[in-house]
């Protein structure tokens, strides 16, 4: 059956650190993945994108990796501060008509001053 | 603010009525979906519009739902005979429906509760 996994339990980090998350699927062929950021009570808000023939992508201090071979992306969020706490988001995209998302489960990150 | 809107933002209502919620996207959108989110879960896919035409529906969206995009702009989704399974956040995003590299802007959600 088809799987995106992202850590369930919330990841709680010092501010100044590196937080790292991870994304995992099984029997999904997606030719894009994204991340997104959701805080309570909203929307997911969009962050980053990556091909399935890139390996990592960059944006400010938010760093995507997206290994096809091991079915997984790791997101990380350098020198962390107390406003990126939130949920996030994996989504992957088939490629199928419409672009339709799949996402994970979301994995909620607090980072403490 | 995405530039994406849905009304009502929350509803409470009791078993067994009927609801509906609208959307209207980023003016320029050409899709539109919809998406429903429980709990501690990451949004299901339910259904999407290019302009007007519905072209996909999930498996989770019963007889008792129903979404329309008429004029290719706002969109509605109703719930008939509520049950409280029905009870989540429904989820509105928008994209330009151009390409098959887009980002989807999300709307702030209604959240359903039903007693």
């Known amino acids: 059956s088809q799987k995106i996994e992202q850590n369930s339990e919330a990841l709680n980090i010092q501010e100044g650190k590196t937080a790292t998350l991870t994304c995992n699927y099984t029997?999904?062929?997606?030719?894009?993945l994204q991340w997104y950021r959701q805080d309570p009570g909203r929307g997911p808000v969009f962050l980053l994108l990556i091909r399935e023939n890139e390996k990592e992508k960059r944006k400010e201090r938010l760093k995507v990796t997206f290994d096809t071979t091991l079915k997984q992306s790791l997101f990380h969020i350098t020198a962390s501060q107390p406003a990126d706490s939130a949920t996030y988001l994996c989504?992957?995209?088939?490629?199928?008509?419409?672009?339709?998302?799949?996402f994970g489960g979301g994995t909620r990150v607090l980072v403490k001053p | 603010d995405t530039g994406v809107s849905q009304n009502p933002r929350h509803k409470i209502t009791k078993r067994g009525q009927n609801v509906t919620f609208r959307c209207d996207p980023i003016s320029e959108h050409n899709r539109l979906y919809w998406y429903r989110q429980t709990l501690g879960q990451g949004p299901e896919f339910l259904t999407y519009?290019?302009?007007?035409?519905?072209?996909?529906k999930s498996r989770l969206l019963s007889d008792r739902f129903s979404a329309e995009r008429p004029k290719g702009s706002f969109s509605t989704l109703e719930i008939q005979r509520t049950e409280q399974g029905d009870s989540a956040m429904y989820l509105c995003?928008?994209?330009?429906?151009?390409?098959?590299?887009?980002?989807?802007?999300f709307g702030p959600g209604t959240r359903l509760l039903v007693l």
């Open positions: 989504a992957l995209d088939e490629r199928a008509a419409g672009n339709k998302l799949t």
């Open positions: 029997n999904y062929s997606p030719a894009y």
């Open positions: 519009f290019q302009n007007e035409a519905q072209l996909e």
């Open positions: 995003a928008s994209s330009l429906g151009f390409s098959t590299e887009e980002t989807q802007y």
